[in-house]
């Protein structure tokens, strides 16, 4: 749906997706902290700009603790809540987040990878 720009038909779905986590997962599980991720991204994209850094906040704090700084789902959530922080005008607090991507990815992916190059480009 939020590929078709079913923004709005699509929150319930992940919100649903979210609960279903929550219950069944636990609130520090991996898919849990992507849910959350996700619910943020979509927070971001109806222009619900604190929303939307309150979740990506807290699903990166969640796998930085459980999965560590350099795992590739932590370094995806760095870059997402540097890029929102960069939307919002932070830009230091977003130069350091995305600085923090760039050097995880070539430290874990190397210079070359699709991720990283993204990562530069950021």
Not at 19 to 25: R, V
Not at 52 to 57: G, W
Not at 94 to 103: D, I, K, N, R
């Amino acid at each position: 749906m939020i590929d078709q720009g079913d923004l709005d038909g699509a929150e319930p779905l992940l919100r649903k997706a979210l609960e279903e986590c929550y219950e069944k997962l636990g609130d520090r599980h991996p898919s849990t902290l992507t849910s959350i991720a996700c619910l943020g991204g979509l927070r971001k994209d109806k222009g619900d700009l604190e929303g939307a850094e309150a979740l990506l906040k807290e699903a990166l704090a969640g796998k930085r603790a459980i999965l560590g700084d350099q795992h590739p789902s932590t370094l995806a959530s760095i870059a997402w809540t540097g890029q929102l922080l960069q939307e919002k005008g932070d830009l230091d607090g977003a130069e350091a987040l995305l600085g923090e991507a760039l050097t995880g990815c070539r430290a874990t992916l190397g210079d070359r990878h699709p991720k990283t190059l993204t990562s530069i480009n950021n």
